[in-house]
């Protein structure tokens, strides 16, 4: 009797080793996934990071151009100063995002370690 239960329980062992073994595989598939969809996001905020670059390179002209001819000086200014705001902020939450992707990326690898 006592053999008959030790070979029911082995394959309720294996089993229950497989099921978590494939639960722990989805888990790591599913953080990847995200992994790369962040990275996806990361990379589209770079580039648009990069544009405004150019925007806020473009009125720093302007202004520099309404400082010479004497005329739009305020405005010129005004306009500037809002961009290089935007851009500081742009920069601040794209440090953010990156903070976070490495963290995520740091937990995955520390997870997937451990198996």
């Not at 806020?56 to 305020?74: F, H, I, P, T």
Request: proline letters at 1%; hydrophobic letters at 30%; glycine letters at 2%.
């Amino acid at each position: 009797m006592n053999e008959t239960l030790n070979h029911l329980e082995q394959p309720r062992r294996s089993l229950s080793r497989d099921v978590w073994r494939s639960n722990s595989y989805q888990a790591l598939q599913n953080q990847y996934q995200i992994l790369l969809e962040q990275r996806e996001t990361l990379m589209n905020h770079h580039r648009a990071l990069m544009e405004h670059h150019q925007i806020v390179k473009a009125l720093y002209e302007e202004v520099k151009d309404s400082l010479q001819s004497g005329q739009g000086k305020e405005q010129a200014w005004q306009n500037y100063h809002a961009a290089l705001q935007d851009h500081h902020q742009m920069v601040v939450d794209h440090h953010q995002m990156i903070r976070n992707y490495l963290r995520m990326s740091e937990n995955r690898f520390r997870k997937q370690e451990l198996h």
